[in-house]
Structures are given as structure tokens and as C-alpha cells.
């Protein structure tokens, strides 16, 4: 469905257009405005010191969705599309060059190209790559530099949209094709789509290029089937609650029903690659975003819910460390070396463990061998291993590619794991430095998160920005994961 702008605005329209933005650029707040707003050849803003979480410069028709500048961990700075009424990003912009930060040397400027650039220096940080003459914001949060067609009707053509540039969240109506993903903010997890099927994938350093994938679904072609010559397929959160795979007709060739599926609910809905590695959709009602669906329903198949060497119980169990540690505390439970097990000298000592499992096994790569000791030596010799989980009844061996991550804990003691963790340095001492070096850092990290925990949560709500999508599953355990953001956030904040 393709939107057009309905008229054409007057000079005199924009004139008080940026008149209005220019008066509000020294306000905090990211109040709506409700007439329909352009950006013309010739604008420029640039982030004032005042401003404590965003700075609107353009507002769609509706007052629903605003551009603006938005501050990343205090004093960086992105553009960004924002859901006004929960301050929540849908688009982000600009933030991963990283280096730009919140100054009036910044600048957004329209000058037929769209883009944030450094005024006193010229460096361009971000650009929209295609040149049109004026700068929309629509009322579905679709950003669009549109040019003139040249048709008699004065009508415009899209030259470029931030709906083909997704960040980490699909908005209804917005086409995701085969040549797009979805990523989280720290780049871990992203989303994509097979040739059937869409995909989940976590990069933990070291595995294999694009990512283990850790879900998948599959399209079940129930109303129509994918054929060979058919081209790539897309996905798209439709009006009627659901998510969709299409190839090249109208008929989906999936249907992923949320849970307001037909239920006539006409709210806005979309579509979010969360920080922890699930997918959820959510819809607007009731002045907050209500999850309507979730892709990973229980908290041990995340990702890695407990950490690096965490152990993960399923049904509420919580975590803790695969290392004999009761006093698990938020953070990786093997914080030694960086898991490159290749690099030269680097050694490593085992740590075994029954009752294991990986948690989304059946997306790996396994072999079938006779015995554990078979097993476990093809890893032994092979620095890309990381470790292996051998099925004792199967014989099924899962060797492990990347840094050891969260593992399930099962009932099975026939399930055994052996894990590499490298060795500081290759000090022989290691085994006794293990238990008072963990101990120390668990003690230290316990004050500086009670201590920064406390500041990068008074800080967080001065920002203004707290009306980030919620919907716990309630599923993880809670202190854990509160006191692993706020640890996240006090390193934000003291990392500058
Ligand atoms: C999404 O794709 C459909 C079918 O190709 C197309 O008609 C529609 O205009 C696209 N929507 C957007 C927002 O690009
Ligand atoms: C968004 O704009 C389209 C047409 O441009 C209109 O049909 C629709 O009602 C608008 N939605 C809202 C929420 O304003
Ligand atoms: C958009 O604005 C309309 C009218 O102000 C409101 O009813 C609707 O809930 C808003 N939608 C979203 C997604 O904020
Ligand atoms: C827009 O600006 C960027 C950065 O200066 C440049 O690389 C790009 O070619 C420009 N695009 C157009 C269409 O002028
Ligand atoms: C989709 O592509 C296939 C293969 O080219 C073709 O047989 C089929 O008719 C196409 N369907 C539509 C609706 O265009
Ligand atoms: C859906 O809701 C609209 C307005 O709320 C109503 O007019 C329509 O009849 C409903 N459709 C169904 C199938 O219930
Ligand atoms: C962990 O410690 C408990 C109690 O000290 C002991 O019974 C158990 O065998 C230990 N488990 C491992 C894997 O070392
Ligand atoms: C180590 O394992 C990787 C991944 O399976 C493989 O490509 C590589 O050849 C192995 N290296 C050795 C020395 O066996
Ligand atoms: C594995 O299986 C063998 C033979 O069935 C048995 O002797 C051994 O104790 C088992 N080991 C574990 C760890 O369950
Ligand atoms: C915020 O800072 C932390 C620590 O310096 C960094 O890891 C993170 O990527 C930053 N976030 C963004 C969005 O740049």
C-alpha cells in the first residue's frame, strides 16, 4: 500500500513550519504537533544542550511519529524516528559510525540529499544516498525523501524511504525483503530471511560468518506454495494481526498468527528484534504497547539467557553458572580470557558437566559418533572449538563454534558437556585463582552495581526516555535481569 501525500504545501506553510521547530528546538519535550509537516531544500537544525532525551525536527500528520535527534547514552547522539506517546525509537539512524556526539557543530541538514553531517568539519556521518526535493515523515513512521515527478498533477515519486533501511523493529505495512535484516542495537542478534523460512541469528564472535541461527519458521504454504522461479520472498505485519511470508502473489505462503489474530482490534502493530534475542510483536491500546506474540516463549531457549558458561533450568528454574558457583550474580560466570582459543599459546583448561544440553540443538550442526571420547578429542585438537555436548544414548556429538554460551539444564546425566575455558596467561595456578579472582570480581561488581545501579537509574528517568517497549514474559528470573541492565547502563554512563 503505497501512501502519497495528499497536497502540496505552500511556502508560507513551511515558513511556519520552521518557524515552529526553530521555537521548539530549545524545549525538552517531544509534544506532538498536528499539522501535516514538510522539509524543503535550504533546512537545517542542530541539537541544542538543553535537550535531555530528543529534539523533534519534522512530525508526521498525525502527531503519531516525529524525527529528531536522539541522545545515545547521554552524550552520542543518533537520528531517529520516535513514537511520540511512548518515546519509543522505531528507526534509528546515524549512530553507528559512533563517533558523533551531542554538539551544535551536528547538523541535519536538506539540501536535495538528506544528511547529518559535522558543520564546522563537513564530515558527513549519515546520508539518505538519494536526492529528492523535500523530506516527508508519514503518518505510519515511514521517513521518505520524495522528488517531484514531473507529472501535470504535481505529484512526487519516492526516491528514498527509511522503510527499505530497518533497524530493529518492522512496522505493519512495512515490506521485509530477502536483502534486509533486523538488529539489535549492539549488533548480536539479527533476523533474516531463507529462501523459506525466517531466521534468527546470533553472532557471537567466532561463529561462522551470518551467524548461528538459534529459531527458525518455516513457511508452511498451506494457501500457497513457493515455487522455484518465483524470486525471493517477504515478510509484512498485516492490519489483521499476523505476520506474513509472501512470494509473488497476494496469497501468503504463511500466516504467524499473533494472539489478537481476527479479532478485528484496529490498532497500530509492530514487529520488534528485542536486546535479549526474542522476536515480539506488539499493538498500541490503551496508552501502551501490549505484546501480541513472542517467538521464543520460554526464557532458557533465549539465546544465552544466563551468559557466557551460564546454565539455564527451565520452567522459572532461573540461572546459574556452569562453573560449581552458587552465588551467581549478573554477569558472564567465566569472564577469563576472551574465548580466542587460536591465539598463539593460548591454553585452556576443561570444565565437564552432565546433565547439559544445548538450546536450540536441533539448528546445529552434529556428528554421530561411538563414543565420548570421540567426541571430545576432535574438539580437543581444533582451536575453533570451543566445546562439545555428546548425547550418551544417541551418540549424537554437538561440537561448538563460538564462545561458550548459556547451556540447559536437563535431567539426562547421559548428556554430557565439555567446555574449553582459556586460561589466563597460561598460569599454572589457575584452578585456585578460578575461586578467589570470581569471588573478588562477583564482590567488586556486587558494590558497583548497587552504587552506579543506583545513578544509571536516576539518570535513565531524567532522560525522559521510559516508556520503552515493556511485556516481560515474566518467565526470567527478575532481579537478574534488572540488575544486568542497570550494570549495562552504569557502564554507559562512566565509560566517557
Ligand atoms: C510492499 O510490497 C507490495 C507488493 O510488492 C507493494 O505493493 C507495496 O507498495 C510495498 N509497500 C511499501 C511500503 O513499500
Ligand atoms: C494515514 O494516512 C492514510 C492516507 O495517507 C490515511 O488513510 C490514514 O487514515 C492515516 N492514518 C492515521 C492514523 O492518521
Ligand atoms: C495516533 O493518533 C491517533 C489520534 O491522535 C490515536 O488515536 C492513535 O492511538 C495513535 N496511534 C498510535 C500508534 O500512537
Ligand atoms: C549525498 O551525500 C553523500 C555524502 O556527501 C554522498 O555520498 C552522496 O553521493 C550524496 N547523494 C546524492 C544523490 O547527492
Ligand atoms: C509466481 O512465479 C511462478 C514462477 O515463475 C509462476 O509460475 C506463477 O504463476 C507466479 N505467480 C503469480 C501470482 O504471479
Ligand atoms: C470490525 O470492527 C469495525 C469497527 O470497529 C466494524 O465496523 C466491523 O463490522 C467489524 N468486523 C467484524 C468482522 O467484526
Ligand atoms: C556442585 O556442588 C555440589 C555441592 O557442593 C555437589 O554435590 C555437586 O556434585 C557439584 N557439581 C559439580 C558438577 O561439580
Ligand atoms: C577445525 O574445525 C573447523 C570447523 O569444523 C574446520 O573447518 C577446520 O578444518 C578444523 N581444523 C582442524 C585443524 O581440524
Ligand atoms: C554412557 O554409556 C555407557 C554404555 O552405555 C555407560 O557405560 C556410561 O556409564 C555412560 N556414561 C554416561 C556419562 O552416562
Ligand atoms: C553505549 O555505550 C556502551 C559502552 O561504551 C557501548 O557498548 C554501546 O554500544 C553504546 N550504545 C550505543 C547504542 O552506541
Same mark, same amino acid.
Given at each position: ?15 511556519? #513550519? ?6 521548539? =528546538? ?12 514538510? =522539509? ?8 541544542? +544542550? ?5 529534539? $523533534?525536527? =519534522? ?34 539512524? !546515524? ?74 523493529? %518492522? ?27 525466517? !531466521?534468527? @541469528? ?27 522461479? !518465483? ?26 498468527? #499473533? ?13 520488534? %528484534? ?5 522476536? /515480539? ?27 557466557? @558458561? !551460564? %546454565? ?5 528454574? *532461573? ?12 554477569? $558472564? ?9 587460536? +591465539?598463539?599459546?593460548?591454553? #585452556? ?5 552432565? *546433565?547439559?544440553?544445548?538450546?536450540? /540443538? ?31 544414548? +544417541?551418540?549424537?556429538? @554437538? ?7 548459556? %547451556? ?11 567446555? /574449553? ?6 598460569? &599454572?595456578?589457575? /584452578?585456585?585463582?578460578? &575461586? ?16 552506579? *545501579? ?32 542497570? +550494570? ?9
Amino acid at each position: 500500500m503505497q501512501e502519497r501525500p495528499t497536497s502540496v504545501r505552500t511556502d508560507a506553510m513551511i515558513l511556519v #513550519f520552521v518557524l515552529a521547530v526553530l521555537s521548539r =528546538l530549545a524545549g525538552t519535550s517531544s509534544d506532538s504537533q498536528s499539522s501535516q509537516v514538510v =522539509l524543503t531544500k535550504g533546512f537545517s537544525a542542530s541539537p541544542s +544542550s538543553r535537550v535531555d532525551a530528543f529534539q $523533534p525536527v =519534522l512530525v508526521d500528520q498525525s502527531g503519531n511519529f516525529s524525527l529528531g535527534f536522539l541522545r545515545v547514552n547521554r552524550t552520542g547522539l543518533a537520528i531517529a524516528v520516535l513514537h511520540v506517546a511512548s518515546s519509543q525509537p522505531v528507526w534509528t539512524a !546515524g549512530s553507528a559510525a559512533g563517533s558523533q556526539s551531542w554538539s551544535d557543530h551536528v547538523e541535519i541538514r536538506f539540501d536535495g540529499n538528506l544528511t547529518l553531517s559535522d558543520s564546522s568539519s563537513g564530515h558527513v556521518y549519515w546520508s539518505a544516498g538519494e536526492a529528492g526535493d523535500r523530506v516527508v515523515l508519514l503518518n505510519n513512521s515511514n521517513l521518505q525523501v520524495q522528488r517531484l515527478s514531473g507529472r501535470s498533477d504535481g505529484s512526487y515519486d519516492v526516491a528514498w524511504q527509511s522503510f527499505d533501511y530497518p533497524t530493529d523493529t %518492522l512496522m505493519e505495512g512495512q515490506n521485509f525483503t530477502s536483502g534486509m535484516s533486523l538488529e539489535t542495537a549492539d549488533g548480536l542478534y539479527s533476523m533474516r530471511l531463507g529462501s523459506d523460512f525466517i !531466521g534468527l @541469528y546470533a553472532g557471537f564472535s567466532g561463529s561462522n560468518s551470518g551467524g548461528q541461527m538459534y529459531w527458525q519458521h518455516k513457511a508452511l504454504e498451506a494457501k500457497a506454495d513457493i515455487t522455484a522461479n !518465483g524470486g525471493p520472498i517477504y515478510a509484512r505485519v498485516e492490519p489483521d494481526g499476523y505476520l506474513a511470508m509472501y512470494q509473488n502473489s497476494t496469497i501468503p505462503v504463511d500466516v504467524e498468527a #499473533f494472539s489478537t489474530y481476527h479479532r478485528n482490534i484496529s490498532a497500530f502493530r509492530l514487529l520488534r %528484534l528485542e536486546p535479549d534475542g526474542n522476536l /515480539k510483536a506488539y499493538y498500541w491500546g490503551d496508552s501502551s504497547w501490549k505484546v501480541d506474540y513472542q517467538a521464543i516463549s520460554e526464557f532458557c531457549e533465549l539465546p544465552s539467557p544466563c551468559g557466557s @558458561y !551460564g %546454565l539455564c533450568k527451565p520452567g522459572g528454574g *532461573g540461572c546459574s553458572c556452569l562453573q560449581n558457583r552458587t552465588d551467581h550474580k549478573p554477569g $558472564p560466570c567465566a569472564t577469563l580470557g576472551s574465548g580466542n582459543l587460536c +591465539s598463539g599459546g593460548s591454553r #585452556f583448561t576443561v570444565l565437564r558437566r552432565n *546433565g547439559v544440553e544445548l538450546p536450540y /540443538k536441533q539448528l546445529m550442526d552434529y556428528q554421530t559418533v561411538s563414543s565420548l571420547q570421540d567426541c571430545e578429542s576432535a574438539c580437543a585438537a581444533n582451536c575453533t572449538c570451543h566445546g562439545t555436548v555428546y548425547n550418551n544414548r +544417541s551418540g549424537f556429538c @554437538y561440537p561448538i563454534y563460538y564462545p561458550v554460551q548459556t %547451556l540447559l539444564s536437563v535431567g539426562d546425566e547421559a548428556k554430557v558437556g565439555y567446555l /574449553k575455558v582459556s586460561a589466563p596467561h597460561g598460569d &599454572g595456578s589457575y /584452578k585456585v585463582g578460578v &575461586g578467589v579472582g570470581a569471588l573478588m570480581s562477583v564482590l567488586v561488581g556486587a558494590v558497583v552495581v548497587g552504587v552506579f *545501579g543506583l545513578v544509571g537509574y536516576r539518570v535513565w528517568s531524567r532522560r525522559g526516555v521510559t516508556g520503552y517497549l515493556g511485556g516481560d514474559n515474566g518467565a526470567s528470573p527478575g532481579p537478574y535481569k534488572d540488575l544486568a541492565s542497570a +550494570s549495562f547502563r552504569s557502564i554507559e554512563l562512566t565509560g566517557k
